[in-house]
């Protein structure tokens, strides 16, 4: 894919001069030799069903447990969130884990609330409430509910019992005073359940709203579930974080996991939403409440212009799961999936192209878990199950560099278009160290997996490619929920100098899912009310705007400096992205060779006071990305200390 430049300059060469003994970095960037171009799907998400990645911070239900997965005591809910190595719960007051405890509380006697199971409306048993019939108001409520004044939320509650038990009072609260509430009255209550609608507007900000369900009358009063949202969600997903989901520009999501998949049935996410089974989540704490299906997933796909990434069960699950799902997602409406799809209100096959199949499945942790010899053979049967139902769907075959991966593309080669690998990385002490784990464990893999093209016989005339599938920074406490680690500026460096490492294997890799995008060790953090990018976030978000196409050569030396560059598709615009993990400015003369620059150009800088420096919901950003004008590329530009930097030129 090279192109001949016309016109002909002086030799690149980016000059830094560190200050110290180790004297001048000599780097020569070449517009004549040009690599592979870079995959769209490098820029891919991941997002599973694991603590406030999609309930308590992509989904926009505000109530916990809203289908009484866990009986209702009166005992006060363990709100907080877990804080490692003491047994306890610490943290923001959004919960993904109740300690086998409620989050709903009694209002009246402990002991008029019981748990019927004959009839229950959802899962195993349901709330009822007996009710005093002396106007002592009597029912649950549930508290630490974010609200913003001024603001509409809307949801919906489904009630059976005594007819005297009306006329039944829902409220939203947000302060103590006697007004500081909207009601709804429901004033007929069936034998049968029947579902209401409700609506409130807060007239108040605060973080301890409260929703409170509360009859006066007689007899018996069960509470089958409750909904509650925002009233600006689209399609059941917060607006807020959809805004920045959006910005991303992601062309790719994988879902819905990771070790979930693996205990996962997909079926229990299909039909009405209050209908659906409550289940503990399978692979990670809290339930797993079924809201979030494939009917949502796809929605969100379509809502922010992705395609989806469909990981199908290989541990607990098999090939005729596995081939009923790819038929209810992809098959004609005439199947019998395709009309169990249409029952559930699509007519129209989705035509998702992108299918893992499986998740880590070389691990003992994996649920399912089983020997090499035998997954190869389960996998290839689950591949073989639903290419008779869609032949043109593109696998993703679990890989792990070593044995396993080897094994797999030896034995599955026929199998799979892609291989999965997953690498994350820790803390390191230094800056530098810090940030350079990224490009060597992304290079390892790929020297690996050129390796194994030179030595498996099966592999030839096979282009498969690597999917990272899961890759990122792993380390720090859990600030926002279940493995919701705070990102640092030292960890948007390392993303930056990871995604050049793509762009030098650009041969290699063909997609990469950033794990996670929401909360657990993701791109984007929320509270109950506000999201904001983590420095990864404005990263990736930067280069998937801004950086080219076409990689072309940089060589010299350059350490302690990561430099990477291309073309735009056209060959008419050259970025240049360098990361400075250093306390100190680098001086780059900037030269060209085999392009000439028309001009001015632009830059983009990332940086922050100092190594720590952090982005956190509803607080100023102590990282963001400043745009500005540059001179023409002649003579010395500086890149500053602790810094991503994109350069954009116009070339001719």
């Not at 429901?186 to 369900?213: M, P, V, W």
């Not at 992205?577 to 003369?589: F, M, S, Y």
């Amino acid at each position: 894919m090279k192109k001949a430049l016309t016109c002909t300059t002086v030799g690149l060469s980016l000059l830094a001069r560190r200050g110290n003994a180790a004297g001048e970095m000599q780097v020569t960037i070449d517009l004549t030799k040009t690599a592979e171009p870079i995959s769209r799907y490098i820029y891919g998400q991941f997002i599973e069903h694991l603590g406030r990645c999609i309930y308590g911070g992509m989904w926009a239900e505000m109530l916990e447990d809203r289908k009484f997965y866990y009986p209702v005591t009166g005992e006060a809910p363990a709100w907080d969130m877990y804080k490692p190595g003491t047994g306890s719960w610490k943290g923001d007051g959004h919960p993904y884990e109740l300690l086998m405890r409620s989050p709903w509380m009694v209002i009246g006697d402990k002991t008029t609330i019981s748990m019927v199971t004959d009839d229950a409306y959802v899962g195993d048993h349901t709330p009822r409430i007996s009710l005093a019939g002396n106007d002592k108001p009597r029912g649950l409520f549930q508290e630490r509910l974010g609200l913003v004044e001024g603001k509409e939320y809307t949801g919906r509650i489904v009630l059976a019992g005594s007819s005297q038990a009306a006329p039944v009072e829902v409220s939203l609260v947000w302060g103590g005073g006697a007004n500081d509430r909207d009601t709804v009255i429901i004033d007929e209550i069936q034998a049968n359940y029947t579902k209401t609608s409700i609506s409130f507007t807060a007239n108040q900000s605060t973080d301890n709203g409260r929703l409170e369900i509360v009859s006066r009358g007689k007899g018996h009063l069960e509470v089958g579930t409750v909904s509650l949202m925002p009233a600006d969600n689209l399609f059941g997903w917060r607006s807020d974080t959809v805004a920045l989901v959006k910005e991303l520009d992601a062309p790719v999501y994988r879902w819905p996991g990771g070790n979930f998949v693996s205990g996962y049935d997909w079926k229990d996410g299909l039909g009405d939403p209050d209908r659906r089974p409550p289940r503990k989540n399978p692979a990670w704490k809290g339930i797993e409440h079924n809201d979030v299906g494939l009917h949502e997933f796809l929605a969100l796909c379509r809502e922010i212009n992705t395609e989806a990434f469909i990981a199908v069960n290989t541990g607990l699950g098999g090939a005729e799961a596995a081939a009923e799902e790819i038929e209810y997602v992809n098959g004609a409406p005439e199947t019998r999936m395709g009309k169990l799809r249409a029952k559930n209100g699509r007519s129209e096959p989705w035509g998702v192209k992108w299918w893992a199949i499986g998740n880590e499945m070389y691990g003992k942790w994996q649920l399912g878990h089983i020997p090499l010899e035998d997954y190869v053979k389960k996998h290839n049967k689950v591949v073989d199950a639903m290419r008779k139902v869609d032949p043109s769907f593109k696998p993703i075959a679990v890989g792990a560099k070593g044995r396993w991966s080897e094994h797999m593309l030896t034995t599955c080669s026929d199998h799979m278009d892609l291989i999965s690998e997953h690498i994350y990385w820790q803390d390191r002490d230094n800056v530098v160290s810090h940030v350079n784990q990224a490009v060597s464990k992304i290079r390892e893999i790929a020297a690996a997996h050129r390796g194994y093209r030179q030595k498996i016989k099966s592999l030839t005339g096979k282009d498969i490619k690597i999917a990272l599938d899961e890759w990122n920074y792993w380390y720090g406490p859990n600030e926002y929920g279940e493995l919701g680690t705070r990102y640092f500026l030292q960890d948007g460096l390392g993303i930056a100098v990871g995604l050049h490492e793509f762009f030098r294997n650009s041969d290699m890799y063909f997609m990469a899912n950033y794990a996670q995008t929401v909360n657990v060790i993701g791109a984007i953090k929320t509270t109950k009310t506000q999201a904001e990018f983590e420095t990864t976030g404005l990263v990736l978000k930067l280069y998937r705007e801004r950086f080219g196409e076409i990689p072309v050569q940089v060589s010299g030396k350059n350490s302690p400096l990561d430099i990477s560059a291309a073309l735009s598709s056209d060959h008419k615009v050259l970025t240049v992205g360098i990361v400075n993990p250093t306390g100190r400015d680098q001086a780059l003369p900037l030269k060209l060779n085999g392009g000439t620059i028309t001009g001015a150009g632009q830059k983009w800088t990332l940086t922050g006071a100092n190594r720590w420096s952090h982005n956190a919901p509803g607080k100023i950003r102590q990282v963001d990305i400043v745009t500005a004008d540059v001179p023409e590329a002649t003579g010395s530009i500086n890149v500053v200390p602790l810094s991503v930097t994109l350069y954009e030129y116009m070339l001719r």
